[in-house]
DNA sequence: CTGAAAGCGCTAACAA
DNA sequence: TTGTTAGCGCTTTCAG
């Protein structure tokens, strides 16, 4: 026996196809006894859509876009690269995806972003954005109108509809305190914990996995309050110059935010590199130099064209109001050797 | 302007749709001129073609199979778990894939399996084999009667066509001995390798990636000759109390096979699991366990889900002549602690 | 070697 | 509230 299919179900529920139709699509105007007569031929005949010609019926496409900050790092370039590469196989899926960008600390203007698609025709939004009231509130509204929104790399507890599609920001902490307790072997000093700004809710929430960790080795470790550098190179020297006087001196640094160029290049200036564990976040191609010279020992990371997938089927499944792989939208905590780190791609093709 | 659809191409080249048909999938009976006019009307109008309807039209369901090892272990479980998760979705995409087993260590056995599947419509076969000439040859004969075939977890390396989906195992071992070195902190002593058997090609690629490593750290750790266990429990317990009594004592075990069941049962007994470095193969139920209550300090894993979920991509891709993503396609040596451990998922949706 | 026409499973006017 | 019908982009007989 052949997969039923709509004309089946439209004959065992004894409706019409455009009936069978309204049910599939939750769609108003059916009566509700005959919503559930159709529902009933749908578990006796054990129908399931074949999505691809609904598709291809409707004729659509799905109109997708990620709202990124507007600063280059590495890691944005990325994220950029990833959906490029993907956007050219999303042809395949009826499904278009487009980059706007935003200054990711001014809220208003983030918000304003935000409110400026709703006019457009888009089906669902990839926000990557500091929580602030703003940006919750922009969200709600994009919701309101029907809008699916995943939030992108930064949390967004407060927006309870938009999924969060990055890693847990306290394991990949928890995850750094371990490599740094293991890797400092049974060396005694200071670890020194540098980031751009604490102000960011995974900045805190990384410092507080770490600091877990950290405690059970307190007797041989200890941990510095959190040094914001601001994404200066001044500040970042003056810091590491100071840490590096104190007493006793640091043996480890947790680089905790994914730009650490600026950083590394004082680390190299003064020379401790080598007597010095240091762990950071995201593996770029900055990053990856690092590690096989062995500047840099370990750094957790998300796999980013994960990420980026993730989120455009998330994104799709919410548009169709169709269920997801839970399993496969899980964004793990990497943990990238030079050992394990995989190769860089260049060709998109096989 | 909307995407040229064939009707369009057909237009553009001053043909049937029928022709058209014809030169998008290279079927024979078209003239070279004619089809030369057509390829050069697909790049003058840009077409791409849309998969899913294609898919609708010719009314097919890809059948693709699983052929696994007949022995039950946490990993294969964890396999077939897998495949049943995803067989669910699968059907969205016209795709059925079924498992059939074979003992995997009677390479005319498995042989005799895949040869049976051709007399059946499958479109493509993935296979966790161990590399031997029987099996090689059945791959080439499936090959030759048209099906996509890929090496799932287990290297062909002499069936060409057989992609492999699967890690790096050199990278595993190198990754391993990376961590057991780290871990030891400064400590000196023996390593021990345990394995079921060395026969697989995976174990020696394995071996060879962890001394590559072991040997930067000679001077402190010396390493056993692997040792076999053909997974007989009073045999692991024989190997493991020798090497107890030999001097140095051992610091560290790398389990390198993914049944460590028996052998963590041994280690148990003798009570060595706190002060010895335990390094293992695969994330399951079993190896979670242990590495929360702390008796396995990491374990080498490659994403189950990620596995199953590549290979039928690449199957489908191969079968449809399709390109696939290279870089969704490479499955990720990963280190698992306890801190970076993602939950086991119960649920399947969202 | 090429074309015309019917149909894949579903949607979306338009009628009733 | 329900049904009829004409497609969506592509494939596939069956004629020519």
Chains 1, 2 share one sequence.
Not at 183 to 190: A, K, P, S
């Amino acid at each position: 026996m052949d997969k039923p299919t709509t004309k089946d179900l439209a004959k065992a529920a004894g409706v019409s196809l455009a009936t069978v139709d309204r049910v599939l699509n939750t769609r108003a105007g059916v009566r509700q006894a005959t919503v559930e007569r159709v529902q009933r031929a749908i578990r006796e005949i054990n129908f399931v859509r074949d999505m691809s010609a609904a598709n291809l019926a409707r004729k659509k496409e799905y109109k997708v876009v990620f709202l990124l900050p507007d600063h280059d790092d590495e890691f944005i370039d990325l994220i950029q690269n990833e959906i490029a590469k993907t956007a050219r196989f999303l042809a395949y899926e009826r499904t278009v995806v487009s980059i706007i960008r935003a200054p990711a600390n001014d809220p208003h203007r983030v918000a304003e972003q935000m409110d400026n698609l709703s006019i457009n025709e888009i089906d669902g939004v990839a926000i990557m954005a500091p929580e602030t009231p703003q940006v919750r509130d922009a969200i709600l509204r994009l919701e309101a109108q029907g809008l699916a929104v995943v939030a992108f790399v930064s949390h967004q507890p407060n927006a309870e509809g938009a999924n969060y599609v990055g890693i847990n920001n306290e394991a990949a902490g928890r995850t750094v305190g371990q490599l740094m307790a293991r890797f400092t072997g049974m060396r005694q000093g200071t670890v020194l914990v540098l980031t751009e700004t604490m102000q960011s809710r995974d900045s805190q929430e990384r410092r507080l996995g770490f600091d877990t960790i950290m405690e059970k080795y307190s007797s041989r470790l200890k941990v510095s309050p959190s040094m914001e550098t601001y994404g200066d190179a001044l500040r970042s020297e003056k810091i590491i110059k100071m840490a590096l006087q104190s007493q006793p001196p640091f043996v480890g640094i947790y680089l905790m935010n994914h730009d650490v160029r600026k950083t590394m290049q004082v680390i190299d200036e003064l020379g401790i590199a080598q007597q010095t564990i240091i762990i950071g976040h995201e593996l770029t191609s900055y990053t990856r130099a690092r590690l096989v010279d062995g500047s840099i020992d370990a750094v957790i990371t998300q796999d980013v064209g994960h990420l980026v997938r993730s989120s455009i089927r998330v994104l799709r499944a919410k548009i169709t109001h169709m269920p997801s792989v839970a399993s496969q939208e899980r964004i793990r905590v990497e943990i990238i050797l030079r050992e394990n780190m995989p190769e860089e791609f260049h060709s998109e093709n096989m």
